[in-house]
């Protein structure tokens, strides 16, 4: 359980002191719920009748309910368990790629009901399927929609940009779920929520800082120091993709990253190089280990390049390997990628494998709308 936290002082307003006490309840039960009143005081540092109090707010506001009994085994009646009403609103998550749109719906809790795939290149009917995942799990009006898509996301606007080589539709579908639904509509680069993904459950769960090198159809990544994820002036941090390196032949340019990174880390570009090693089969299958050492060597030296330029750069003490390629090559990998940049860099920098893989974007985007709904919804009622 989360340790106990100091109330709110005693110079604040009575009422003041009640919404932030609310929010500090309400923040244990997300992260630690359900809980008793006991436990309540406990993680709060307020008297009991104060937790009373909050209670009796919190519950007829609709923000808690009686989930349970706790189970002690004591003279009396159970104590009540406490959680979020978690059917007060409902969410939905969207993967969009460049050839496919995966979605979940979720309760307030970020529980899934529902997956759906959605019709890709199909903006309207892309949304008239959401809303039939929606119903069919029992779910009513959309809160808050996150989107997850390649690109560049304006952090000023949240605005999907126009990049060369994504396909208009992404933009479109964006502004059909806008222009056809109530909810909230959140865009956010792929990769950054990833990173998010993976900080909350996955191989950087124990990390304050690092870089997370997405190893797809194209390459990104996203930056994560100090607990806070860095998209840059433009949105643009992390396009490793148009990073110069060397062995690519030529150099990136403002409309095409074919002589960046991505030319060497790339799908088609690691393809190329499995099939340089005689290795015919499946990509993922020769990342995995199924192809020669020769090859897994070129591969490794590949993927140091990028990685030690974002240690030279942002010196984030750890890489990891995300992406279906990234899943494929999975430790082993990671450690081959490791030794090579040990060699290039002075700066100690670990490498991990992702444990989450590519369903990492839509638990990025179901835990980034689960935050964004709460955060509306406890903060503008507690």
Not at 21 to 30: E, T
Not at 104 to 109: A, E, P
Not at 127 to 147: E, S
């Amino acid at each position: 359980m989360t340790p106990a936290l100091t109330p709110v002082p005693s110079p604040a307003s009575p009422s003041t002191a009640r919404a932030l006490n609310d929010r500090l309840a309400l923040r244990l039960l997300q992260e630690d719920g359900p809980l008793t009143a006991t436990q309540l005081k406990a993680g709060t540092g307020l008297s009991r009748p104060s937790v009373a109090d909050l209670v009796d707010r919190l519950t007829g506001a609709g923000l808690i309910e009686v989930v349970g009994e706790s189970g002690e085994q004591r003279r009396g009646p159970n104590a009540k368990l406490y959680g979020i009403v978690a059917r007060r609103a409902h969410l939905a998550a969207l993967d969009v790629r460049t050839d496919s749109v995966t979605a979940v719906v979720t309760d307030l809790l970020g529980r899934p009901l529902a997956e759906a795939a959605l019709p890709a290149g199909a903006p309207d009917e892309a949304v008239a399927a959401l809303l039939r995942a929606a119903r069919g799990a029992g779910a009513g009006a959309l809160h808050t929609v996150v989107v997850g898509a390649p690109g560049l996301v304006a952090p000023a606007t949240g605005e999907l940009r126009d990049t060369t080589g994504l396909p208009s539709w992404h933009r479109d579908l964006v502004a059909a779920l806008q222009r056809s639904l109530s909810a909230v509509v959140v865009v956010e680069n792929e990769t950054n929520l990833a990173a998010l993904a993976e900080q909350r459950l996955g191989a950087a769960r124990d990390l304050d800082s690092f870089v997370l090198l997405w190893l797809g159809a194209g390459v990104g990544a996203a930056v994560v120091l100090e607990g806070r994820l860095r998209r840059g002036a433009s949105g643009g941090a992390g396009e490793i993709g148009f990073l110069p390196v060397p062995g690519t032949g030529g150099l990136p340019s403002a409309t095409d990253c074919g002589g960046g990174f991505h030319a060497l880390a790339g799908r088609d570009a690691v393809t190329e190089l499995a099939r340089g090693h005689g290795f015919t089969g499946p990509v993922e299958e020769a990342v995995a280990g199924a192809a020669d050492e020769a090859f897994l060597d070129a591969l490794a030296e590949r993927l140091a390049l990028g990685a030690a330029a974002v240690a030279a750069v942002l010196d984030p003490g750890c890489v990891v390997l995300a992406g279906e390629l990234g899943h494929a090559g999975g430790p082993a990998l990671a450690a081959r990628v490791a030794r090579r940049l040990s060699t290039l860099t002075p700066v100690p920098t670990e490498v991990r494998a992702t444990t989450l893989g590519s369903p990492a974007v839509l638990e990025g985007a179901r835990l980034a709308a689960r935050e964004a709904a709460q955060a509306q919804l406890f903060g503008g009622s507690a």
